[in-house]
Nanobody
Framework: QVKLVESGGGLVQPGGSLRLSCAASGFTFSNYAMTWYRQAPGKERELVATITSTGGVTNYADSMKGRFTISRDNDKNTVYLQMNSLKPEDTAVYYC????????????WGQGTQVTVSS
């Protein structure tokens, strides 16, 4: 059974930090690119950061560059998102996504974790 389980969300003050984790099981994690998305109330889901299957390449949305860092540990089947200098506009549900690097390029989603940035 495929599972992506996010954790690490919560309430944090502006300027603070959080580290999200996404634990994967039920598929060959090292064959999947991993992406963090987020969705704020009333807004569309947007890409936050992505990392290739080997971890060799990362990409970020412009508004996250320099503040967020995506990483992965293929031995632990886990992807991380380190978020620093958080702003109220970072408040959203953060989702973990896995996309296969080989045909048939399966995609899996986690259930999301809430991040609230507020004083």
């Amino acid at each position: 059974q495929v599972k992506l389980v996010e954790s690490g969300g919560g309430l944090v003050q502006p300027g603070g930090s959080l580290r999200l984790s996404c634990a994967a099981s039920g598929f060959t994690f090292s064959n999947y690119a991993m992406t963090w998305y987020r969705q704020a109330p009333g807004k569309e889901r947007e890409l936050v950061a992505t990392i290739t299957s080997t971890g060799g390449v990362t990409n970020y949305a412009d508004s996250m560059k320099g503040r967020f860092t995506i990483s992965r540990d293929n031995d632990k089947n886990t992807v991380y998102l380190q978020m620093n200098s958080l702003k109220p506009e970072d408040t959203a549900v953060y989702y973990c996504n896995a996309r296969g690097s080989y045909f048939p390029f399966r995609t899996y989603w986690g259930q999301g974790t809430q991040v609230t940035v507020s004083s």
